[in-house]
């Protein structure tokens, strides 16, 4: 059975981009996908099996930091940060962990990134499976 994945990005063209590479996996399938994190909120409490949240940081309504902040104590879903500016190391990528992130992926060239599968498929692959796994 494969694991329910929301989608949460300000971009609907990243969201369609994420889809599309969830599509070619097959232990992983999109159930919800929202514009911000507020959305987002709604959208959890509607979809309690969601198992894994794609999550962007700069978005309108509520930002990704501000979504983990509130989320962490509602759900056991993995929360996967997807966003340009949480590089690795990078001080926004530190905030988020520290706020329950469980992983943190930088998209490749900035907020919509349609190089993903390209550039950051293997790392973003690996980190989902393994976040699954533990």
């Given at each position: 059975m494969p694991f329910n994945v929301m989608i949460v990005d300000d971009a609907a063209m990243m969201r369609l981009y994420i889809a599309s590479f969830l599509r070619g996996m097959k232990d992983f399938k999109?159930?919800?996908?929202?514009?911000?994190?507020?959305?987002?909120?709604?959208k959890l409490e509607?979809?309690?099996?969601?198992?894994?949240?794609?999550?962007?940081i700069e978005m309108p309504v509520m930002d990704g930091l501000e979504f983990l902040r509130q989320v962490r104590p509602r759900?056991?879903?993995?929360i996967c940060m997807l966003s340009s500016v949480a590089v690795?190391?990078?001080?926004?990528?530190?905030?988020?962990?520290e706020l329950g992130a469980d992983?943190?992926?930088?998209?490749?060239?900035?907020a919509v990134s349609h190089d993903l599968e390209e550039t950051t498929g293997d790392e973003l692959r690996g980190t989902m499976r393994r976040l699954m796994a533990a």
């Open positions: 999109v159930v919800a996908q929202a514009a911000n994190g507020k959305d987002a909120l709604e509607a979809n309690p099996e969601i198992d894994l949240i794609l999550l962007d759900t056991r879903a993995k690795s190391g990078s001080p926004v990528a530190a905030k988020a962990r992983g943190v992926v930088a998209k490749p060239s900035g």
